[in-house]
């Protein structure tokens, strides 16, 4: 056998591992669900995070897709990794929460960790323009930015998650960063 043929695809040992723990956990094992949310539930708060923009919001997000994946898991028919059928999960409920709220609400909470009050004040400022600057995309570009840009997905995973052609996910995200750069010209 070669090396090349020995070498498993990234990610393909995290696919297994969830297979084998979603299996234990439709057999009853409450253990295989702890590991799995575990495994997940960071990921969940983050892209909820920062679909959302309110640490209050994506935590009941996450809650509520952590709390409701035990009987969710049914579901999941296996045509596609747990992770994909997961984050659409997440990125569903997001975007159900965006469009029943009147008016976006401006993303916050910025984590800039730099250097000099100055500085850091100029930068926390032109996070909060960002921040404010992806809240005003429409919640399908809002989402594309989240998975590839910040979450740093590839597009072929995007497109699974929200159940779109690659294509699509391509001319969301040159829409959306289009709509960013016009929209933050002068922080440039």
């Known amino acids: 056998m070669s090396p090349q043929s020995e070498r498993t695809e990234p990610g393909s040992l995290d696919a297994a591992a969830d297979e084998w723990l979603i299996g234990k956990i439709r057999r009853g094992d409450s253990d295989a669900y702890e590991e799995l949310v575990r495994r997940h539930r960071d990921r969940i708060y983050r892209i909820a995070l920062r679909m959302i923009g309110n640490p209050h919001d ?13 009987t969710t898991l049914t579901g999941f028919s296996g045509n ?4 994909t059928w997961l984050y659409r999960v997440v990125v569903n409920r997001c975007i159900n929460l965006i469009e029943r709220r009147p008016e976006h609400e401006p993303l916050q909470n910025p984590d800039v960790p730099i250097a000099g009050a100055d500085a850091e004040a100029e930068a926390k400022q032109a996070a909060l323009a960002a921040l404010a600057a992806i809240g005003a995309l429409p919640p399908d570009q809002r989402a594309v930015v989240v998975l590839v840009d910040i979450e740093q997905m590839r597009y072929q995973e995007v497109a699974s998650i929200l159940n779109v052609t690659p294509a699509t ?14 929209s933050l010209r002068d922080w440039a």
């Open 58 to 70: 994506a935590d009941d997000i996450a809650q509520d897709v952590v709390l409701s994946l035990w």
């Open 80 to 83: 596609s990794r747990f992770t």
């Open 169 to 182: 996910v391509r001319g969301r995200l040159h829409r959306a960063r289009r709509h960013l750069l016009y």
